[in-house]
Structures are given as structure tokens and as C-alpha cells.
């Protein structure tokens, strides 16, 4: 029975975390997005974000984008600088083509910082690029 489910793999999507500056706060800030790289736009986007390590937890948070049209980039949330020291985790589930697909992205403690920027598709920014 299992071998009959299709589990469409994800490809293009991605979670980038952006250093930007925030007129609000008057800072910088990390800023977490997604990015569709891809050929087709992608809908009902719902991501569930969590930071955590050995002893610490943060609460579940949950947005819903809604769509990301192809080669284009959607805001999810600002990372503060707490959380730079977990591993923060960005589940993502949405449809694309009549189809349900659904990931998890995981950027280890201590890897978003700017040594670790490099340049982003879709966006021509840099930052820290999961695939």
C-alpha cells in the first residue's frame, strides 16, 4: 500500500534569511522568506516555525501566506537575534499543480550569521540560503 502513495518531491522552494534594515526598529534584522525558483506558482502556503535546542523551546508559530507566484519571493518573519543560537525549523506545506507537497527546512544553531551569506536566487540579495 505505501508503495502505491506518490510523495511529490519538493524542488525549487526554498527559506532564505536576510539581513535588512527594519524603518520601524531603526535595525537590522535577520528576515526570514520563502522563494519560489520555480516555473509554476505555488498556493495555500502555510509554514509552522519553531526554534529549539537541548533544553529551550520557543512556541509553534503559524502563517499563511497564501500564494507565492513563480520566481518570487514571499516575507514569513523576523528571526531576533535570540534565536540565532537554536537550531530554527520552517515547515512548509502547500499545492502546487493539484498536488499537496510539504517540507522541513532547518537552519542549525549559530549558522545564520553573516559569514555564511551567499546570493539568492529569485531575490539578487544575499543571505543564508536553505534548499
Known amino acids: 500500500m505505501r508503495k502505491d ?3 511529490p518531491k519538493v524542488k525549487d522552494i526554498y527559506i532564505a534569511i536576510i539581513k535588512e534594515w527594519d524603518e520601524e526598529l531603526l535595525a537590522q534584522n535577520w528576515i526570514a522568506y520563502i522563494i519560489n525558483d520555480g516555473t509554476v506558482p505555488i498556493e495555500m502556503v502555510l509554514i509552522v516555525t519553531k526554534g529549539y535546542d537541548s533544553d529551550r523551546k520557543t512556541s509553534l508559530l503559524r502563517h499563511g501566506i497564501g500564494s507565492v507566484e513563480a520566481k518570487s519571493s514571499a516575507k514569513i518573519e523576523m528571526i531576533q537575534e535570540e534565536l540565532l543560537t ?6 512548509v506545506t502547500f499545492f502546487a499543480d493539484g498536488k499537496l507537497y510539504d517540507k522541513k527546512y532547518i537552519f542549525q544553531k549559530h549558522t545564520i550569521n ?3 551569506v551567499q546570493e539568492l536566487p529569485v531575490m539578487k540579495q544575499q543571505g543564508v540560503l536553505k534548499k
Open 5 to 7: 502513495i506518490d510523495i
Open 86 to 91: 537554536m537550531n530554527n525549523e520552517f515547515a
Open 114 to 116: 553573516e559569514g555564511a
